[in-house]
C-alpha cells in the first residue's frame, strides 16, 4: 500500500529538483478551487492525495511536500505561502499570484473604480489602530472616487463581493482584511505602506486586528490570538514592551479538537 | 484560483477595463495568424533569451488558467493578439512549454476542439473521486449537469430540451424558477454549460413552435466517463449496468471522436 515514491528519494535535496507525482498535482488543483485552507484541511487533503496515488504520505512533512508544489509553481510567479490568520491565530495555506504582468491585470475581476474603492479600503484599515474599517466609513469614502462615482447600493454590492471572494471579513459592519488577502497582499503592503505597517511584538509578523498598548511613548501592537497566548495564565497583565499596565479584556485561547490532541 | 486584481498603483488605474464576452474578447479583425516554420521557430528563439521565453510562457499559462475558472475556451486569435503579441514566430514553441506545464505541474491537458478556429481548453487528466475532504465550490452544479449527461447518454445521444426539463422537476429544480443553489437553472444550462462545452443546445430543424435538443459537449466527451454514467444509473434503478447493451458497449469502446486530441500547437 504505502510504495515510497522512488522520486523522492533520488537525485539533490533541493525540493527544485523533485519532480512532483498525481499526489501533488491532486493538491494543487484542490488548491486552485479554493485559494485558502487551513493547516488542519491541509493535512486531510494531503493524507487523501497520497491515498488516491498510492504515494507515501509523511505527515509530518507536509511543508515539504507543499514546497516540492511551489518550486514548480515559481516559474509561473505562483507559489503556496503559509500565514496566520488573524482571526483564530491559527496558519492557513494560500495560493499566491506574484506574477504583475499585463495578463493578471486583465484577469481583473474588478473595475478600475471597484479597485480604487479598494485601495481605499486599504488605506482606511491601515489608518486605524486596530485593523478595521466601518461600512459607513467605507460608504462615505466612495464618494471621492477619482474614476468612476460609485452609488451606495454599487458600494454595498462591491463590499459583498469582496468578501464572497475572500479579499475582506465583514462582521457586525466593520470591515477587516482576510487572512488570504493579507498572506497574499503581505510584499505589497509593506512596500506601499512602509511607514503605517506595524508588527506584532509577539510573533513580528505583519499586524492589523490587534491590541495595542495604550501607553503613549509605547503604542506596541499584538495579534488577538497572541494577546490570548502571551497573558494565559498571568495574574496581572502587563505590556511585554514597557511593562505598563495590559488594560484591555483577554481573549480566550482558541484551540481545534484535533490539535489539542497532538 | 489566483488570478485576480492586481493592486499597482497607476498602472491597475489606467489600464482599460476588459470586459469578457463569451469567448473572450471577439474581434474578428484580428491580424491573421500564420503558423510560424520550424526555422522560423528556431531563428526567433535565438534572439531571446531563456528568460524571456520562460515569462512569456508563463503568462500564457496563467491566462489559460484565468479562462479555465470559468471553463471558457480559449481562440488562438485572442491568445496571440492579448498575451503572445510580439512573441507569435515563436508561438508553437511557448505552446509546447505550456501544454508541457499543464501536464506537469498542474496534472491538465491542453486540448485543442476546434481544428478549424483553433480552440483550446483545459480537461483533467487526474480521476474525479469522492471523499475529497476539500470540496470545491462548483460541485453542486457538476452533479446537476452529470444528471442531464447521464439522460442524454442513456437516450441515445440526443434529447429533446422538454424531456431534461421534466426530469430535473422530478429533482425539485424548476427551470422557470430560481433556484437557491444554481440561481437561474435555464441560463446555466443552456448558456454557462453550453459555453463551456459540455453540453451542445441546438434548433430541431422544421419545428413549430421552435424546439430544441440537447447533446454532449466537447467538454463532457472528453473529461466524463461513460462508465461512470452507468455505474450511476445501475445504482440508481439497482441493475446491471451491463444491461445497458447498447450503452455499455459505447462506454466500453471509445469512438475515435472522443479520443482526447493531444495537440498541442498548431
Request: aromatic content about 8%; proline content about 5%.
Amino acid at each position: 500500500m504505502t510504495t515510497p515514491t522512488l522520486a523522492g528519494y533520488i537525485g539533490p535535496s533541493r525540493a527544485m529538483s523533485r519532480p512532483m507525482g498525481d499526489s501533488h498535482r491532486r493538491f494543487l488543483q484542490a488548491m486552485m478551487a479554493k485559494g485558502i485552507i487551513n493547516e488542519q484541511e491541509a493535512r486531510a487533503l494531503h493524507r487523501h492525495c497520497c491515498d488516491a496515488h498510492n504515494a507515501h504520505c509523511a505527515p509530518d512533512r507536509l511543508d515539504e511536500f507543499i514546497d516540492v508544489i511551489s518550486s514548480h509553481l515559481q516559474p509561473m510567479f505562483m507559489q503556496i505561502r503559509k500565514g496566520m490568520s488573524e482571526e483564530d491565530g491559527l496558519p492557513y495555506y494560500a495560493l499566491v499570484n506574484m506574477a504583475e504582468t499585463d495578463v493578471t491585470r486583465m484577469s481583473s475581476d474588478y473595475a478600475d473604480n471597484e479597485l480604487e474603492l479598494f485601495r481605499k479600503t486599504m488605506d482606511l484599515i491601515l489608518g486605524s489602530e486596530t485593523g478595521s474599517v466601518s461600512s459607513t466609513d467605507i460608504l462615505n469614502s466612495a464618494d471621492s472616487l477619482q474614476t468612476k462615482k460609485l452609488k451606495k447600493s454599487e458600494t454595498e454590492h462591491l463590499l459583498s463581493r469582496l468578501v464572497m471572494d475572500k479579499w475582506l471579513n465583514e462582521k457586525r459592519g466593520e470591515y477587516t482584511l482576510s487572512t488570504r488577502c493579507i498572506i497574499e497582499m503581505e510584499p505589497y503592503i509593506r512596500t506601499m505602506y512602509q511607514d503605517q505597517v506595524k508588527l506584532c511584538h509577539i510573533c513580528h509578523n505583519i499586524v492589523f486586528q490587534c491590541q495595542i498598548c495604550e501607553n503613549p511613548t509605547c503604542g506596541i501592537k499584538i495579534h488577538n490570538p497572541c494577546v490570548a497566548r502571551y497573558f494565559k495564565g498571568r495574574a496581572e497583565p502587563r505590556c511585554p514592551a514597557c511593562d505598563d499596565f495590559w488594560p484591555h479584556e483577554i481573549p480566550e485561547v482558541r484551540r481545534l479538537q484535533s490539535q489539542s490532541r497532538r | 484560483m489566483t488570478q485576480r486584481k492586481r493592486l499597482s498603483q497607476g498602472k491597475a488605474a489606467s489600464a482599460p477595463r476588459r470586459s469578457e464576452t463569451l469567448m473572450g474578447e471577439e474581434e474578428d479583425d484580428d491580424i491573421p495568424f500564420t503558423q510560424p516554420s520550424t526555422s522560423q521557430v528556431q531563428k526567433g528563439l535565438e534572439k531571446l533569451t531563456p528568460a524571456q521565453v520562460d515569462q512569456k510562457t508563463a503568462e500564457v499559462v496563467q491566462y489559460f488558467l484565468m479562462k479555465d475558472q470559468k471553463k471558457i475556451p480559449v481562440r488562438r486569435a485572442d491568445l496571440v493578439k492579448h498575451v503572445v503579441k510580439e512573441y507569435r514566430n515563436i508561438y508553437p514553441e511557448i505552446m509546447k512549454r505550456t501544454a508541457r506545464t499543464f501536464e506537469q505541474v498542474f496534472g491538465l491537458k491542453l486540448v485543442e476542439i476546434d481544428f478549424k478556429n483553433h480552440v483550446y481548453i483545459l480537461i483533467n487528466k487526474l480521476e474525479t473521486l469522492e471523499g475529497a475532504p476539500v470540496r470545491s465550490p462548483s460541485n453542486p452544479k457538476m452533479g446537476l449537469l452529470f444528471v442531464i449527461l447521464s439522460v442524454i447518454f442513456m437516450k441515445g445521444g440526443a434529447v429533446k430540451e422538454t424531456l431534461v426539463w421534466n426530469t430535473l422537476k422530478k429533482l425539485r429544480v424548476d427551470p422557470g424558477e430560481k433556484h437557491e443553489e444554481f440561481g437561474d437553472v435555464k441560463r446555466l444550462v443552456t448558456d454557462e454549460f453550453v459555453r463551456q462545452r459540455y453540453l451542445e443546445y441546438v434548433r430541431i430543424p422544421h419545428t413549430e413552435p421552435l424546439e430544441h435538443e440537447f447533446r454532449w459537449g466537447q467538454r463532457a466527451e472528453l473529461e466524463v466517463s461513460k462508465i461512470k454514467i452507468l455505474e450511476f444509473m445501475g445504482e440508481l434503478h439497482d441493475r446491471d449496468p451491463q444491461s445497458w447493451s447498447q450503452q455499455y458497449k459505447e462506454a466500453t469502446t471509445p469512438s475515435s471522436s472522443s479520443q482526447p486530441s493531444t495537440s498541442s500547437q498548431r
